[in-house]
């Protein structure tokens, strides 16, 4: 019988961590989810400036392809940026528990999560069906909208890898490097530019008791250092 209050923790990197090495981390915790080994797992971070390219994604999406390293993923989705001023969530989490297995509905969970912070922030924020990730009124763009957190996710043996990326102050610049998440014409925007509240601590606070609020209270594990070349140092 499943345990009706399972630990969910929560971990939080203290620098930059690479992206490789990042993936590695969560292939092997994703395995002792669904072995049963370990409990499921939130992890924030952030991520040097990259680029991540999932399964449907194109290449003539690169718009600036040599500007920052490409990486392959086997996430779902396209191309996405990553860089410093992003919070980065992987939610390493059992999707049959979190939504009886079903992914569009696992999605639509994370998304709420995500709306639920960027609310206690002050920003008011959508999702669509048709299109993954959270989005903002802008009337002054052409389209009336702007994205602020995208979802790319991975589901093997029931548990999802990756997760959600939330634009607090990053370089906005960067994002034109790419087709963001292969929606042309699509405006992105952050905290920072919305003129909300846009330092991590208090975003840390806001994502913190929303992720609460939908799975449950969040245990707060040390950090586990993550290297490049040896994958995991304690």
Same mark, same amino acid.
């Given at each position: 019988?499943?345990?009706?209050?399972?630990? /969910?923790?929560?971990? &939080?990197?203290? +620098?930059?961590? #690479?992206?490789? *090495?990042? =993936?590695?981390?969560? !292939?092997?915790?994703?395995?002792?989810?669904?072995?049963?080994?370990?409990?499921?797992?939130?992890?924030?971070?952030?991520?040097?400036?990259?680029?991540?390219?999932?399964?449907?994604?194109?290449?003539?999406?690169?718009?600036?392809?040599?500007?920052?390293?490409?990486?392959?993923?086997?996430?779902?989705?396209?191309?996405?940026?990553?860089?410093?001023?992003?919070?980065?969530?992987?939610? /390493?989490?059992?999707? &049959?528990?979190? +939504?009886?297995? #079903?992914?569009? *509905?696992? =999605?639509?969970?994370? !998304?709420?999560?995500?709306?639920?912070?960027?609310?206690?922030?002050?920003?008011?924020?959508?999702?669509?069906?048709?299109?993954?990730?959270?989005?903002?009124?802008?009337?002054?763009?052409?389209?009336?909208?702007?994205?602020?957190?995208?979802?790319?996710?991975?589901?093997?043996?029931?548990?999802?890898?990756?997760?959600?990326?939330?634009?607090?102050?990053?370089?906005?610049?960067?994002?034109?490097?790419?087709?963001?998440?292969?929606?042309?014409?699509?405006?992105?925007?952050?905290?920072?530019?919305?003129?909300?509240?846009?330092?991590?601590?208090?975003?840390?606070?806001?994502?913190?008791?929303?992720?609460?609020?939908?799975?449950?209270?969040?245990?707060?594990?040390?950090?586990?250092?993550?290297?490049?070349?040896?994958?995991?140092?304690?």
């Amino acid at each position: 019988m499943s345990d009706p209050n399972p630990i /969910l923790r929560l971990m &939080r990197s203290s +620098a930059a961590v #690479d992206y490789p *090495a990042a =993936v590695q981390f969560m !292939e092997k915790e994703a395995t002792a989810i669904a072995n049963g080994d370990h409990p499921e797992l939130i992890w924030f971070l952030e991520h040097p400036p990259i680029l991540t390219k999932g399964t449907r994604g194109r290449a003539e999406h690169l718009m600036d392809a040599g500007r920052f390293p490409v990486f392959e993923t086997d996430r779902g989705g396209e191309i996405t940026y990553h860089g410093p001023g992003q919070r980065i969530v992987y939610t /390493l989490l059992d999707v &049959r528990r979190r +939504a009886n297995g #079903d992914v569009r *509905a696992f =999605v639509r969970l994370l !998304e709420r999560c995500v709306i639920g912070a960027l609310d206690r922030l002050g920003v008011m924020a959508t999702s669509d069906p048709a299109r993954p990730g959270v989005w903002v009124r802008r009337a002054e763009l052409p389209r009336g909208e702007a994205k602020i957190g995208a979802l790319g996710l991975k589901v093997r043996r029931g548990v999802s890898l990756h997760g959600i990326s939330l634009n607090v102050d990053p370089d906005l610049s960067h994002f034109a490097t790419i087709v963001a998440c292969g929606l042309e014409g699509s405006a992105i925007t952050s905290l920072a530019a919305l003129g909300a509240v846009a330092d991590f601590k208090s975003v840390d606070n806001a994502l913190i008791a929303s992720l609460t609020d939908y799975l449950g209270p969040l245990t707060d594990v040390p950090y586990v250092g993550v290297d490049a070349d040896t994958g995991v140092t304690p």
